[in-house]
Antibody
Framework: EVQLLESGGALVQPGGSLRLSCVAS????????MRWVRQAPGKGLEWVAA????????YYADSVQGRFTISRDNSKNTLYLQMNNLRVEDTALYYC?????????????WGRGTTVTVSS | EIVLTQSPDTLSLSPGERATLSCRAS??????LAWYQQKPGQAPRLLIY???TRAAGIPARFSGSGSGTDFTLTVSSLESDDFAVYYC?????????FGGGTKVEIK
């Protein structure tokens, strides 16, 4: 079964740091681009970061540029999101997402998400 | 940044009716547009990508059309399982952006 399992979410104070992890199973992880998407409570979807299958190309939303770093370890089938200098507005459910083979427009596998709460 | 505007905000329909959801882009995205369905407490599910290609396992009652700046998701005959929030998303340019969503509710 194709699966993504996120972990690492927690309650953290403003200015703090967290590292989210996402372990992939059931497919060849190194064949797919990957992304993080978040959803604040009661709000819509917001793309956060993306990484090419080889790890060379990375992209970020303006709202997290310079604070978040996306990375991957294809030998461990794991995607990461290092989150520094967290803000209250970063509070959200963070989804790890697989980009569909052959097309950049679709994200076909989503994890259940991990919750990040930034509050003093 | 490409802004996606979805309409209407809410669609109130009965089971068996046809649902037509709109997504308009602030500039051309070609056919690089996807549609997702999200139910409360669940992760989004990919329905359509490349504007009109159904994702694996998606019923034929879901169809997507359009190119450039105007796109439509159609559900030909609503079933009880289809009442949810629907999002469009483009990846023609970075940043990747989502529309604000359309809620399809039971009338």
């Amino acid at each position: 079964e194709v699966q993504l399992l996120e972990s690492g979410g927690a309650l953290v104070q403003p200015g703090g740091s967290l590292r989210l992890s996402c372990v992939a199973s059931g497919f060849t992880f190194s064949n797919n681009d990957m992304r993080w998407v978040r959803q604040a409570p009661g709000k819509g979807l917001e793309w956060v970061a993306a990484i090419h299958r080889g790890g060379n190309d990375r992209y970020y939303a303006d709202s997290v540029q310079g604070r978040f770093t996306i990375s991957r370890d294809n030998s461990k089938n794991t995607l990461y999101l290092q989150m520094n200098n967290l803000r209250v507005e970063d509070t959200a459910l963070y989804y790890c997402v697989r980009v569909i083979d052959g097309s950049p427009s679709g994200m076909d596998v989503w994890g259940r998400g991990t919750t990040v709460t930034v509050s003093s | 940044e490409i802004v996606l505007t979805q309409s209407p905000d809410t669609l109130s329909l009965s089971p068996g009716e046809r649902a037509t959801l709109s997504c308009r882009a602030s500039q051309s995205v070609g056919k690089s547009l996807a549609w997702y369905q999200q139910k409360p407490g669940q992760a989004p599910r990919l329905l359509i990508y490349d504007a009109s290609t159904r994702a694996a396992g998606i019923p034929a009652r879901f169809s997507g059309s359009g190119s450039g700046t105007d796109f439509t998701l159609t559900v030909s005959s609503l079933e009880s399982d289809d009442f949810a929030v629907y999002y469009c998303q483009q990846r023609r340019n970075w940043p990747l952006t989502f529309g604000g969503g359309t809620k399809v509710e039971i009338k």
